[in-house]
């Protein structure tokens, strides 16, 4: 996997928790969710490291969006 992907990720999972520590938790799911977006649609397009990448984000999402009791993101990822 590619080191950009994987400090995108990073990133992207950090200013999640720094939204949900502000009190902003459904702002934080929806960025992991545009990373998810991002990691699908790269997935699409053959990209090589997108397998694995849209399982960290999908399993990211889902543990964010339960600790923080964030409803509906989960749902909604789920159906696409």
């Known amino acids: ?22 009190r902003r938790p459904e702002e934080g799911a929806k960025e992991l969710r545009y990373g998810l977006e ?6 699409l397009a053959g990209e ?8 960290r984000y999908r399993l990211a999402l889902t543990n964010y969006c339960f600790r923080y009791r964030v409803r509906g993101v989960e749902r909604r990822q789920q159906d696409t």
Not at 3 to 15: A, G, K, N
Not at 38 to 43: E, G, I, P, Y
């Open 38 to 43: 991002r990691a699908r649609a790269a997935l």
């Open 1 to 22: 996997m590619r080191d950009l992907e994987i400090d995108l990720f990073l990133c992207t999972v950090d200013e999640a928790l720094d939204l949900a520590f502000a």
């Open 48 to 55: 090589e490291w997108a397998p694995e990448m849209t399982e």
